[in-house]
């Protein structure tokens, strides 16, 4: 048989040799097992505007019936089948001629550009693709075949692609050719929105630009070009180019002053291609009528500017004008629109600044760049324009001899209608209406108040605060406010006040020319504990059981609300009282003779106790009859401050005498008893001779000192209790003051009266202290009259004080001044005291509101003075 090296084509001639002209040549391939016949590329693309293109290889094996095939480009398989036995176990190709085992192999080619797939295999090539056709045998076989095929491709894309032209529906581009070599023609693709235009193929090597027609107008389109021999090369880099619109763009332009306000011209220009005839192909609507007074003239080779003139009509409707235009029986169009405000400005108002200004003001509640101002005065109208502010001052006016009707508009692109005002006069604000304060702290106040209605200029609103502490001064606060306010009603916040306090709240509206009247409101600040104690502490000596411990106010500024009662503490006794009255004393009974006290008291309001005053260290003396302040080591300042009366409860005390005095101290106590019996008993004869003889005369008790007599000149005395005021409250730190005894001398025979423990009991002690109880002695009218008479002791204490206890009961009263009152002796009031050595105390005596349209009540004095209840403040009110 055949060797490898002896296999291929063979010639025959038949009957002669080769060289005989007659003879019959017959040409044979002749070989070994199986061959391949051909390996071809079948349906190149003749339209290389198709894209992605598609071709297929054919590979046909003949010969021997048992073998392998297979295609690929470069190492990569597109096709691979081993183990082929024609007969039984054939591969999957086209049996053509079975006699001599001829079968097709096929494989289907797509190519991208870049990419070369058959189903899913996939292979990047550039340039020429080169496949090869391989048959063997069988597997590892000696005796393999193979054939190669190439496919024509441009290995590079063309360069420097640019625009040359456009037109609304064309664009013209260009590029850098390849060598003829290379390139058989060009592609080029447009594309929108990622989808393909269209596919422009332009044939040989050398042309180098290509025209896209029937495109969009007003078109964005990206570009590329590819060369192409058998296939596609690659494609170049990409371009955009947007057609030229029918209309290229509309705007409007302001023509004359915006003050014109009907008048006013507006210019609307439209530019459009001139692939289009303006004078037929253009026309107008303004809100949606025609217009057809269009003006057309040439920008430039590719651009006509038509134009109309548009008037704001009527005033405050928005204007929308729209310019089309028709190509190839296409309309385009574009609008413009003209906006005017919504609203006119609201709230004008006209103010008569001087002979020749008018100021006026509004606010508006759309949107707009300005405003225009038109005034009419004797017929003639004039127009002034504000561009930003929400006020103007109309100047240099003729007199004020008739009257001014000004009208604003505001205007955005075009006017509003307008809002009118008629300007008359100019005066000082009507008083502010709907006052109303409300505490919204322990230390402010929220003061709120609805504008005058009015159309006089408010600038200012003063709010004034007076505290009810007589010691603090009015304060005032000036705001200043816009030329209007946004809302009708306004609201303040006052800081930084007293807690606890009464404030009488003032506001007042104010402009240049001055402010209005006043609307008045009161109020309260939230309270808090006291800051303050009571000062001025003293302890005057009633008898040998009882002292007077007395003290003042606290500081007003400190009260921090209203004060309510007192709690006094006397720490070495382990004794407390909780007083629920507001007088400032009470009765000390039982405490012992020689020794010392430490006595603080502290004041209560609705919040709280406050802090107790230092402690005043006292030691009891034995009681001779003439009463002396004890030992006062730490005395406060004094303030006078408003105390409302109530009633006063006794918290748990001890009541029994301290048993460990010595026995010398009783001794001496004793004998002086006795001494004091027989003195008194001496003195007894005299002083009631004394006393019946000057029972109506009624003596004045200074504070601290002895009375005056009551022969002294009124007039002298009141001066000196104005002038010399200051200096009293000072008597106690220089001389021991003395009070008059409240008792008569006792003979032998009497024996001095148990004073017993006050009862003082009410509702709110028994809710937060146990009741004392107390032994109830036999009654006599001599005890002191600053005791309390319980319901029960109440019917034999009328019947016994009516036959001699009311009348000694009555001697023995205060006739004396406590507290300031320097005003009913101030000599503008005197006058109105019906008795002249009666007036009332400055810190609860009754104001008078004046009323100035009444001549009778021009005064705020009159002689009257508020009294407490049971269990309210200012129940009743006592006047001459």
């Known amino acids: 048989g055949l060797t490898t090296t002896t296999e291929g084509w063979y010639k025959c001639c038949l009957p002669t040799n080769c060289s005989d002209p007659n003879t019959n040549i017959i040409f044979a391939n002749i070989f070994r097992y199986a061959e391949i016949e051909s390996f071809t590329v079948a349906g190149l693309p003749s339209d290389m505007t198709v894209y992605p293109q598609e071709y297929k290889l054919n590979c046909t094996k003949i010969g021997h019936h048992s073998y392998g095939i297979s295609m690929s480009i470069g190492n990569t398989a597109l096709a691979s089948h081993t183990g082929c036995y024609d007969p039984s176990n054939p591969c999957p190709g086209t049996k053509l001629d079975s006699g ?42 000696n005796a393999i075949r193979t054939r190669n095929v190439t496919i024509k491709v441009p290995a590079s894309a063309p360069t420097s692609l640019t625009k040359l032209n456009k037109t609304t529906t064309t664009i013209t581009v260009s590029w850098t050719a390849l060598d003829s070599s290379d390139a058989d023609g060009y592609v080029v693709n447009v594309t929108s929105d990622t989808d393909t235009v269209q596919t422009v193929q332009v044939k040989g090597s050398s042309n180098n630009a290509a025209t896209l027609n029937g495109l969009r107008e007003g078109t964005t389109y990206s570009i590329t070009v590819r060369a192409y021999q058998q296939l596609l090369g690659p494609a170049s880099s990409t371009i955009s180019v947007q057609t030229l619109p029918v209309i290229s763009s509309i705007n409007w332009t302001l023509v004359s002053s915006i003050t014109q306000l009907n008048n006013t011209q507006y210019r609307i220009d439209c530019l459009t291609t001139t692939d289009i005839n303006p004078s037929t192909d253009v026309y107008w609507l303004v809100n949606g009528v025609m217009k057809s007074n269009s003006m057309y003239t040439p920008i430039d080779a590719l651009t006509y500017n038509n134009t109309l003139l548009v008037y704001p009509d009527p005033l405050g409707v928005s204007v929308n004008v729209t310019c089309i235009a028709m190509i190839g029986g296409v309309n385009y169009s574009q609008s413009v629109v003209l906006h005017a405000p919504s609203r006119s400005p609201n709230n004008v ?13 509004w606010t508006t509640s759309s949107e707009t760049n300005g405003y225009v101002i038109e005034y009419t005065t004797g017929g003639v109208i004039r127009n002034v324009v504000s561009t930003s502010e929400e006020e103007i001052v109309l100047t240099d006016l003729s007199p004020m001899n008739t009257t001014y009707t000004i009208s604003v508009y505001s205007y955005i692109d075009l006017p509003s209608v307008n809002s009118t005002v008629t300007v008359l006069r100019f005066d000082v604000p009507s008083p502010v209406t709907s006052l109303s304060v409300s505490n919204v702290s322990t230390t402010g106040i929220r003061v709120k108040w609805t504008i005058p209605s009015s159309d006089n200029y408010v600038t200012y609103y003063t709010i004034s605060y007076t505290p009810s502490c007589p010691q603090l001064s009015s304060v ?12 009708t009603r306004y609201s303040y916040t006052l800081i930084g006040l007293y807690s606890g306090m009464n404030y009488t709240i003032t506001v007042r ?24 104690w009571p000062s001025s502490i003293q302890v005057f000596q009633v008898n040998s059981t009882a002292n007077r411990f007395t003290w003042n106010e606290v500081n007003c500024s400190e009260r921090n609300g209203l004060i309510t009662g007192y709690t006094v503490i006397i720490s070495n006794s382990s004794i407390t009282y909780n007083l629920t009255s507001t007088e400032r004393y009470i009765i000390l009974n039982d405490l012992v003779f020689g020794t010392e006290y430490n006595i603080s008291v502290a004041a209560i309001n609705s919040v709280g106790r406050g802090p107790f005053s230092d402690p005043i260290v006292v030691e009891i003396d034995k009681f001779i009859g003439d009463t002396t302040p004890g030992t006062i080591t730490n005395t406060l300042s004094t303030l006078s401050v408003e105390l409302t009366p109530s009633d006063i409860t006794a918290g748990s005390s001890s009541t029994e005498p301290s048993s460990q005095v010595p026995i010398i101290g009783a001794v001496v106590g004793v004998v002086t008893a006795l001494l004091i019996i027989l003195i008194l008993s001496i003195l007894t004869v005299g002083l009631i001779a004394k006393k019946r003889s000057s029972k109506s005369d009624k003596h004045e008790m200074l504070p601290l000192a002895n009375q005056p007599n009551q ?14 005021y200051e200096a009293e409250s000072k008597i106690d730190k220089e001389t021991p003051a003395t009070v008059e005894p409240v008792y008569d001398a006792v003979t032998e025979e009497e024996v001095t009266p148990p004073v017993y423990e006050p009862t003082y009991t009410d509702i709110d002690t028994v809710k937060v202290s146990s009741p004392t109880v107390y032994n109830t002695p036999k009654f006599d009218p001599k005890i002191s009259p600053t005791l309390p008479v319980s319901v029960d002791e109440l019917g034999t204490h009328v019947a016994t004080c009516h036959s001699n206890g009311f009348d000694e009961q009555y001697e023995s009263l205060y006739t004396g001044i406590d507290k300031r009152c320097i005003i009913g002796y101030n000599e503008e009031n005197t006058a109105f005291n019906r008795f002249k050595n009666i007036t009332v105390y400055d810190d609860n005596r009754i104001i008078l509101a004046p009323n100035r349209k009444l001549d009778m009540c021009q005064r705020e004095y009159i002689n009257a003075s508020y009294i407490d209840g049971y269990s309210s403040s200012n129940k009743f009110i006592a006047s001459q």
């Open 509 to 532: 509206a104010g402009n240049v020319l001055g402010g209005s009247k006043l609307s008045m409101g009161t109020v309260q600040t939230e309270a808090i504990i006291p800051s303050g």
């Open 711 to 724: 022969d002294a000149k009124d007039t002298k005395h009141k001066e000196s209790l104005i002038n010399d």
């Open 100 to 141: 001599i085992n001829t079968i097709r192999y096929t494989v289907d080619i797509t190519w991208d550009g870049m990419t070369v797939s058959s189903g899913s295999i996939n292979q990047s090539t550039t340039g020429d693709q080169m496949y090869q056709c391989r048959v063997a045998d069988r597997p590892d076989a």
């Open 349 to 361: 108002r006209g103010f008569i600044l001087n002979a020749t200004n008018i100021k006026v003001n």
């Open 476 to 487: 005032n606060e000036r705001v200043s406010v816009g030329p209007h306010q946004s809302t």
